[in-house]
């Protein structure tokens, strides 16, 4: 999931993304599903010139997994948040926040 975030690509985070995902932007902020999550993502990726991803902080809670850290765009850099939960056998992304860092 890091390599994706790093490189910028959508597709590639798309397999994580669970069925709805709460996708949080500077600009807006909805619940999506996972091919709108996916374009949503993609246009951000794209608008933006994802550089980099440098993961800050990971941990747990109540059985969900979370990983700060900063992605940095041409744009400036984002602290971004990913929320992650077992399903089955996989770690599916149920939420993604993009806060423009200060």
């Keep these: 999931m890091a390599v994706a975030m790093r490189s910028g690509n959508a597709g590639q985070l798309?397999?994580?993304l669970d069925t709805r995902v709460d996708i949080s932007l500077?600009?807006?902020s909805d619940t999506y599903s996972k091919s709108q999550a996916e374009m949503i993502?993609?246009?951000f990726f794209s608008t933006n010139?994802?550089?980099n991803f440098q993961i800050r902080h990971k941990?747990?809670?109540g059985g969900s997994e979370y990983c700060v850290g900063i992605l940095q765009t041409k744009n400036g850099d984002y602290r971004?948040?990913?929320f992650m939960k077992q399903k089955?056998?996989?770690q599916l992304l149920q939420e993604l926040r993009f806060q423009l860092a200060q």
């Design 14 to 16: 798309s397999q994580y």
């Design 26 to 28: 500077p600009e807006k």
């Design 41 to 43: 993502i993609r246009d």
């Design 49 to 51: 010139g994802v550089q």
């Design 59 to 61: 941990g747990e809670n």
């Design 80 to 82: 971004t948040t990913l």
């Design 88 to 90: 089955g056998d996989r």
